[in-house]
C-alpha cells in the first residue's frame, strides 16, 4: 500500500466535472437561480450544461488512451447533449431536434461498430 493518492489529470478532471453536474442536479430543490454573469440559471441547467462538458471533456482523454469506440461514445453523446442542453436554453426547437437526432443516429452508429468488434 502507498502513502500517496496517484491521480490521473484527464479521468480526475472528467469524475469531478460529472460529480459536480451531480451536486448542482441535487441542490435544485435547495437553492434558487444563481447568479451567472448578467442571467439567473436554475441550477439544473447548470448541471446538464456541465455533463456535456465531462462527456466532451471525455471524449478527449479516452481519445488519448487509445480507446476509440469509448471516445466516440463520449464525443458522440456529449456533441448530443449539448445540442439539447443549448437548444433548450435558447428555445431552439432546430438546435434540440439536431441533438435528437444526433443521439439517435449515434446509438445506431455505435451499435454497429460494437457488432463488428465483436
Known sequence: MTDTLDLEPGPAAVGTLVGLAG???LLEPLVG???????????????????????????VVFYRRGRRLFALAHGIFGLAWTGIVV????????????????????????VSQSRERS
Not at 431552439?92 to 445506431?108: D, E, F, N, P, T
Request: charged letters at 5%; hydrophobic letters at 60%; aromatic letters at 4%.
Open 23 to 25: 451536486l448542482t442536479f
Open 33 to 59: 437561480p444563481v447568479p451567472l454573469g448578467g442571467l439567473r440559471v436554475r441550477p439544473v441547467a447548470l448541471s446538464a450544461a456541465v455533463l456535456a462538458a465531462a462527456l466532451l471533456l471525455g471524449a
Open 87 to 110: 437548444g433548450t436554453a435558447t428555445g431552439s426547437g432546430r438546435l434540440l431536434l439536431g441533438g435528437v437526432i444526433v443521439l439517435i443516429a449515434g446509438c445506431g452508429f455505435l
